[in-house]
């Protein structure tokens, strides 16, 4: 079964930075051959799109409200997913969670990491 363990979340000020990881495993399961992505939830608040990662080209797409600011990376070798985070605001409090397998913003695949948690003080 494909498992998704995510880390790094905290406490942080803001305009610091912090970068989230996103471990798969599995028999067969490699985020070099899925495509990846991040997806947050802010308190009382919908899930929404953060970061995509593909599997293919390795092209990168973000949400407006994030880009210039997040950073989605893989490292194969590790079968970690990475967000790095820069600049955060409060606005970016939530809990953030690794998907394996979407096809865009709003098409999230069936694979979901229990999330980390991220809060982000003022």
């Known amino acids: 079964q494909v498992q998704l363990v995510e880390s790094g979340g905290g406490l942080v000020q803001a305009g610091e930075s912090l970068r989230l990881s996103c471990k798969a495993s599995?028999?067969?399961?490699?985020?070099?051959?899925?495509?990846m992505g991040w997806f947050r939830q802010p308190p009382g608040k919908e899930r929404e799109f953060v970061a995509q990662?593909?599997?293919?080209?390795?092209?990168?797409y973000y949400a407006e409200s994030v880009k210039g600011r997040f950073t989605i990376s893989r490292d194969d070798a590790k079968n970690t997913v990475y967000l790095q985070m820069n600049s955060v605001t409060p606005e970016d409090t939530g809990t953030y969670y690794c998907?394996?397998?979407?096809?865009?913003?709003?098409?999230?695949?069936?694979?979901w990491g229990q999330g980390t948690q991220v809060t982000v003080s003022s």
């Open positions: 998907n394996l397998g979407l096809a865009g913003p709003s098409q999230p695949g069936n694979y």
């Open positions: 599995g028999h067969t399961v490699r985020v070099g051959g899925n495509n």
């Open positions: 990662i593909t599997w293919v080209h390795i092209n990168t």
